[in-house]
């Protein structure tokens, strides 16, 4: 257990729709990842937060967006869904702002029909 | 832009060494990450990279030369749970985006 929790573990939801996932970081940890995984594209960063800032982008989608909260979780919102966001989300955190420290959830699979 | 290559897959005795060599061209380097991922669970961080040479951990070490744009990941002793997919991933130089290579299956027979 890294001690990353997400949730929730599955999710199924039809096209068009919008959908948030939930991420709870190691206690301590300042900095939240969120990845996506697909067969298709292999593991992709989405975005990274420090301590309630955007710290980092990767190649997030306009329809994706995330957030940090004060108490440092965070949430994924997905919206306008399409059959190709089919994937599973990882988030991972780290104490600081290097990926070397980071541990991973066990991810989200979304399934989207 | 970004490209990152790495074998598909790779098949290696148990007690043997292997290398996993990746390649990568992006704007910018500002570090490069091997991760273990194991079928259907979270990857985990193995080693990192950012000044040429070798890092050791254990049985795996890392080799870095930013010259050639290239890397290699050495597992030795081999172990039948080191069955797993290996990704390479580079951090551009503004920091801001991580670019995942598409990860090297490595299956350890008896």
């Known amino acids: 257990d890294s001690g990353v929790t997400q949730t929730p573990k599955h999710l199924i939801t039809a096209t068009g729709q919008r959908v948030t996932l939930r991420c709870s970081p190691r206690?301590?940890?300042?900095?939240v990842y969120w990845y996506q995984q697909s067969l298709d594209q292999g593991l992709q960063f989405l975005i990274q937060?420090?301590?309630?800032?955007?710290?980092a982008k990767g190649n997030i989608l306009e329809r994706f967006s995330a957030q940090q909260f004060p108490d440092l979780h965070s949430e994924l919102n997905l919206s306008s869904l399409e059959l190709g966001d089919s994937a599973l989300y990882f988030c991972?955190?780290?104490?600081?702002?290097?990926?070397?420290?980071?541990?991973f959830g066990q991810g989200t699979r979304l399934t989207v029909v | 832009g970004q490209n990152i290559d790495q074998p598909t897959e790779m098949t290696a005795t148990e007690g043997a060494i292997v290398q996993i060599n990746c390649t990568y061209q992006?704007?910018?380097?500002?570090?490069l990450f091997w991760y273990q991922q194991h079928a259907g669970e979270a990857p985990t961080f193995l080693s990192y990279?950012?000044?040429?040479g070798l890092e050791e951990k254990g049985r795996f070490s890392s080799f870095l030369s930013r010259s050639k744009g290239y890397i290699y990941l050495l597992l030795k002793e081999l172990q039948m749970k080191d069955s797993a997919s290996y990704l390479c991933?580079?951090?551009?130089?503004?920091?801001?985006?991580?670019?995942f290579g598409p990860g090297t299956r490595l299956s350890v027979l008896p």
């Open positions: 991933a580079v951090r551009d130089n503004y920091g801001q985006n991580f670019v």
């Open positions: 991972a955190s780290s104490v600081g702002t290097l990926e070397t420290e980071a541990f």
């Open positions: 937060y420090y301590n309630g800032e955007e710290r």
């Open positions: 992006t704007s910018g380097f500002n570090g």
């Open positions: 206690s301590g940890d300042l900095s």
């Open positions: 990279n950012v000044l040429d």
